[in-house]
């Protein structure tokens, strides 16, 4: 069967964002397991920050990849335009259709992604604090990517 360019370009989504929940979920395992504390930022070793860049990145990517790639091509497959359409406008409409619980959730999850990607606190508690957040959003990010993923297998059945 030949998909359309939307359904294509959907697939492609949903696989790029796969990748980074795999990896993500693994980061988060292994931070539980690690169970970092306030002192560990101060003095981390190889292992740590190898970890800790796992999660950024994959954090990162899944938060940027959810809202650039996967949101836009489910709203091109559902026949929507998206062309003129501003980040915001687009949640809101994913809202107002079901498929995003809130844009003002997604609008919060962004900010803190923001903020853990371009600000640098200067104490080990702010550090400490910000990662902690960045874990609570990521957490959020992939229960919003489960649910985005289980209604396109329930729309475009073998996708």
């Given at each position: 069967?030949t998909?359309?360019?939307?359904?294509?370009?959907?697939?492609?989504?949903?696989?790029?964002?796969?990748?980074?929940?795999?990896?993500?979920?693994?980061?988060?395992?292994?931070?539980?397991?690690?169970?970092?504390?306030?002192?560990?930022?101060?003095?981390?070793?190889?292992?740590?920050?190898?970890?800790?860049?796992?999660?950024?990145?994959?954090?990162?990517?899944?938060?940027?990849?959810?809202g650039?790639?996967?949101?836009?091509a489910?709203?091109?497959?559902?026949?929507?335009?998206?062309?003129?359409?501003?980040?915001?406008?687009?949640?809101?409409?994913?809202?107002?259709?079901?498929?995003?619980?809130?844009?003002?959730?997604?609008?919060?999850?962004?900010?803190?992604?923001?903020?853990?990607?371009?600000?640098?606190?200067?104490?080990?508690?702010?550090?400490?604090?910000?990662?902690?957040?960045?874990?609570?959003?990521?957490?959020?990010?992939?229960?919003?990517?489960?649910?985005?993923?289980?209604?396109?297998?329930?729309?475009?059945?073998?996708?």
């Open positions: 069967m998909r359309s360019p939307e359904l294509l370009a959907l697939q492609q989504a949903l696989e790029t964002c796969r990748l980074h929940e795999e990896g993500l979920r693994d980061a988060l395992g292994d931070l539980a397991l690690r169970a970092l504390c306030r002192g560990d930022l101060a003095s981390l070793g190889k292992e740590d920050r190898r970890l800790l860049d796992q999660f950024a990145y994959r954090y990162l990517r899944l938060q940027d990849d959810l650039a790639r996967l949101m836009p489910v709203l091109r497959a559902l026949g929507e335009e998206v062309a003129s359409m501003a980040a915001l406008d687009r949640f809101a409409r994913l809202e107002q259709l079901g498929w995003l619980p809130s844009a003002e959730e997604w609008s919060d999850l962004r900010r803190v992604r923001n903020e853990f990607a371009h600000d640098y606190p200067e104490t080990d508690d702010e550090r400490f604090a910000r990662l902690q957040l960045a874990i609570d959003s990521a957490q959020r990010a992939l229960q919003i990517w489960t649910g985005f993923r289980d209604k396109v297998r329930m729309r475009w059945p073998g996708l």
